[in-house]
């Protein structure tokens, strides 16, 4: 015997299932910690990718000011970085990623939000024409602000870059 179902029941049954499992595992909930990369696992996506970095001390140990490291970086901060290379067409080399030695805070570098990206006239000009001027910082960065709402903060001698969401 088959059972006739109204579109409006079948819609609302099929949102209770969303809202049951589906929805809730597809979308991270207010205050739930980012997902992280290991070192490795980060290298990877941006190799993969065509993104460079370097170290002043030629290391990747977060604990230890003078490497490049990431890890612990967040899956997004990632995908930011990557997004960004591909709309961009620039050459993009990282500088920092979550080694101590920067400011801290929430949306830091220790805590995976947060990249140096080195001056290029290709970055800069990318950065300057497409995102939006959104005021100076307290020391003096020009802040520009991207579609998705990341900010890259022009520092003297790189892109101080906060992914605060992803691109995706």
């Known amino acids: 015997m088959s059972r006739i179902v109204s579109r409006p029941a079948a819609l609302a049954a099929s949102a209770a299932l969303l809202a049951g499992g589906l929805l809730a595992a597809a979308v991270p909930t207010a205050g739930a910690a980012p997902a992280k990369y290991s070192q490795a696992a980060a290298e990877q996506q941006l190799k993969r990718a065509g993104v460079g970095w370097v170290s002043s001390g030629g290391c990747s140990n977060r604990n230890n000011s003078r490497c490049t490291s990431f890890e612990q970086i967040n899956k997004t901060t990632v995908s930011g970085v990557v997004d960004f290379k591909k709309a961009s067409k620039c050459a993009v080399t990282l500088t920092a990623g979550t080694e101590k030695g920067h400011a801290?805070?929430?949306?830091?570098?220790?805590?995976?939000?947060k990249v140096d990206i080195k001056l290029t006239s290709c970055v800069?000009?990318?950065i300057t024409h497409k995102f939006r001027y959104v005021g100076t910082r307290g020391d003096g960065a020009k802040q520009y602000k991207s579609p998705s709402g990341n900010i890259y903060a022009r520092e003297g001698s790189h892109w101080d870059v906060t992914y605060y969401r992803g691109t995706r």
């Open 104 to 113: 801290s805070g929430t949306y830091s570098h220790w805590n995976g939000y």
């Open 124 to 126: 800069d000009s990318y």
